[in-house]
């Protein structure tokens, strides 16, 4: 038996044991990797900040609808799998919104339509660039995302029963009828509902005629609850878009407006009580377009900057629906 000098080998340690905290150091960490985009474009929480405010609108019930400017970066579009012509200026535009009411039973969005616009404006300054005073053509939307979203289902069965019975009799000596039909009708449906939201992209009219119309230069988007569950609409949101610019320095007009419908437990409010001027948006300071905001599009190739036709993800995959839900475990012993 062979003999050993020094101490024993001590033993390995199991894989959790150690330095306390080390195994929540590890799960902190890999929490953090998780939450990081594998497109680096992606929104990243860490860096959403609160942009300057473009609509706030108080409604009954202390409701509040707001909307933020999230992201605004420049760049262009350019890609040879694409027959279009290329386009020099190109601007991406992130506008978070919020649908907040604080108490849900009472009062709660049950739908909204949002219209987004843009169109040029002759205030610009003098330049050669321009000899008319202001740049050629307008802006228009490129794309924007959401196109259609739905969300979870819910079944709801339905189910009735009807019957019909009746009876006659006729007396008469020394004769004697009776007649008593009976039927029944039963039958069974079953419909599915979900949450729906839906844009599309449609010509901005002009209140001076149609040839002053911009194509493409409006985006409408209708929201609706889930009838089911009658949960409201989602309380925050971020939609994207690309707005194509004639220069790079253009004062483009960027317009903002939310109809939502709100109900209560006695109904939905009408329009002419939203109508009221205490329930109208408050005004607020316009995009600058000529101006960035938020998280950069990266890399950036050329002096033009980030070339949008090169994202790596789906442009749908820049709408985000903040939120979380927590499901909470109790134990039988704790019971």
Known sequence: MPIMNGPAPTEPLPRDSGVPGTKQ????????ESQIPADPNLANPRLLLNGACIYERQLPGDAYITAHAQRLQHGFYSSPAVSDKDYDHVDFLGINFVFH????????FKAATIRASVQGTRQVASSDHYPNG????????LMHAPHLIYGAI????????????GSLGVVDLPLMASLSPTGGINGRYKRYEMMRIQGSVRTLKSSRGRKFD?????IVWSLEENSLQRSGLPREFTFAMLIQKPRADSRIVFSLDIEPTLQSWYGSYPD????????????RRPVDFR??????????????????ATLESSFDDYV?????RLDSVVSPESQ
């Open 320 to 324: 985000s629906m903040p939120g979380k």
């Open 25 to 32: 150091k590890k799960l902190a960490s890999s929490n953090t």
């Open 154 to 165: 819910s079944p709801e069965t339905l189910q009735w029963n009807y019957s019909l019975s």
């Open 291 to 308: 101006s960035e905001v938020g998280q950069r599009f990266e890399p950036v190739a050329s002096k033009k900057g980030f070339n949008f």
């Open 101 to 108: 009411s604080p108490n849900t039973l009472a009062h709660r």
């Open 272 to 283: 002419w009580w939203l109508s009221l001027p205490k329930y109208q948006p408050l005004s």
């Open 134 to 141: 202001y740049p050629p053509g307008n802006p228009r939307f």
């Open 214 to 218: 911009i194509e493409a230069g409006e």
